[in-house]
């Protein structure tokens, strides 16, 4: 972690809480009926570049993880949405945006009539959670600000539990920023210094563990020096394998629409031939986000019973191989 650039962020952010800066804001557009309970102290220092809320399919009960939730505006809405009886944390490493956002927090459970969140002050790159506590991972705009994001990365899929998710906002370049654009840190508080390129974000996420990565939404945020910027939003799946791999008897068959694909542990699967699959991998394969791509078969008890095997990839009669991780 370069030490320098995490303090000049901070005195960036912590300046920004206290005198709000439009023009920091990002095109980032909340439906009212999301932050209709969140007072304008907070939605006034909103600085995020997309809407990781809004897409993460937030279900009621979850525990939510906001990393540099800033003044809470997104934490916030999904205190709405995780409903009383989920929760949700924020952390961030400035006092100032602290302050506000756990001023705000008290408003926002006279609104909703229940209080869920909580802030708690703290680093991407240390995350003061405990490992596998949270269904989901959330960030908007923040990554880009850390020196290290191989660690946040690995930072967050500690963080989540099994099947757990991350869906973060963030600004990506079109191509590594030179370094003179590294070196001026008013461009790294504003999202631009510290971006990287978004086929290195998606290998990040790969190394640290994550499988099922795809991006949400993306347009174009800035042009700096001729050089492009984009918003994104990526969604990420966390799965601890098992500790063994068992065949019994489920095909996944692909349903298209195209002539084949392939998922992240290097099966293939062409579109409408049967595919023998593990344990593990019928269980990626049936939530999301490859929830209705695929129709699994189930031949247990209809054919002759072969006794469960583990790792294997000869080719089964159903047509296809039979695939493990
Ligand atoms: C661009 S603002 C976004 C705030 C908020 N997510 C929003 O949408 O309004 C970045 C926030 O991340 C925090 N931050 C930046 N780097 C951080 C780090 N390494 N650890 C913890 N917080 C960090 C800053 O203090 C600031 O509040």
């Not at 920091?24 to 006034?44: G, N, Q, W």
């Not at 409903?83 to 945006?97: I, R």
């Not at 994550?210 to 042009?223: A, D, E, M, N, Q």
Request: charged share 30%; aromatic share 8%; with cysteine.
């Amino acid at each position: 972690m370069d030490k320098e650039i995490m303090s000049s962020v901070e005195s960036f952010y912590s300046e920004v809480a206290v005198e709000p800066k439009p023009t920091l804001c990002c095109p980032t557009s909340y439906k009212e009926e999301d932050v209709s309970h969140i007072p304008t102290e907070a939605r006034e220092i909103s600085y995020g570049c997309g809407s990781p809320m809004g897409l993460a399919d937030i279900r009621e009960g979850e525990k939510v993880l906001d990393l540099g939730s800033g003044g809470g505006i997104d934490c916030f809405i999904a205190s709405r949405k995780v409903g009383k009886t989920g929760s949700v944390v924020g952390v961030d490493m400035t006092d100032e945006m602290l302050a506000k956002a756990r001023k705000a927090s008290v408003k926002v459970a006279a609104n909703l009539g229940y209080g869920n969140v909580e802030f708690k002050k703290g680093l991407l790159e240390d995350i003061p959670v405990g490992s596998g506590a949270v269904d989901l991972v959330t960030s908007n705009c923040v990554v880009n600000l850390s020196t290290d994001k191989a660690l946040v990365l690995r930072e967050i899929h500690r963080a989540l539990k099994h099947k757990g998710r991350f869906c973060i906002s963030d600004i990506v370049s079109e191509k590594e920023v030179p370094e003179g654009m590294r070196a001026d840190k008013k461009l790294w508080g504003e999202c631009i210094s510290g971006a990287i390129e978004e086929k290195k974000f998606l290998a990040m996420a790969r190394e640290a563990g994550f499988y099922g990565l795809h991006i949400v939404s993306k347009f174009l945020y800035r042009v700096v020096e001729g050089m492009r910027f984009y918003s994104i939003t990526l969604k990420g799946y966390k799965f601890e394998k098992g500790p063994e791999c068992l065949y019994k008897g489920h095909y996944a068959v692909y349903n298209g629409p195209f002539s084949s694909v392939s998922d992240d542990d290097g099966h293939d699967y062409p579109v409408g031939i049967p595919v023998e699959v593990c344990t593990d991998t019928l269980e990626k394969l049936k939530g999301p986000p490859y929830r209705g791509l695929f129709t699994i078969i189930d031949t247990r008890g209809k054919l002759e019973a072969v006794p469960c095997r583990p790792r294997e990839t000869e080719k089964t009669p159903g047509g296809g191989g039979s695939s493990c991780c």
